[in-house]
């Protein structure tokens, strides 16, 4: 899995998208903070930030090899179904 995983460039994690959302949320955070903290402010900086954590995380799972597992599942059942209407005629 790591040999086929390409390498990325340092400023291509800077520009990623999860990134620039956890830059977003901390901002929300302290100009909450810093205008006499404003709740709303403050929670939906939060917010972005457990976000943007969660897009990382789910970015990094390997969908492939879900997939792939998926389609094995699904044509093992097929299989079995198929095999189940021959009996019955």
Known sequence: MAETKEKQSVVDLIFSA???LGLVGV????????????????FFGVCIVIGSV????????????HWAAMDQARE???????EEAEKKK
Request: hydrophobic fraction near 50%; charged fraction near 25%.
């Open 27 to 42: 901002g929300c955070m302290v100009y909450g903070v810093a205008d006499g903290f404003r709740v709303m402010q403050f």
């Open 54 to 65: 969660l897009l990382h995380l789910i970015r990094k799972k390997d969908w492939d090899a």
């Open 18 to 20: 999860p990134f620039l």
């Open 76 to 82: 093992a059942h097929e299989k079995r179904a198929a």
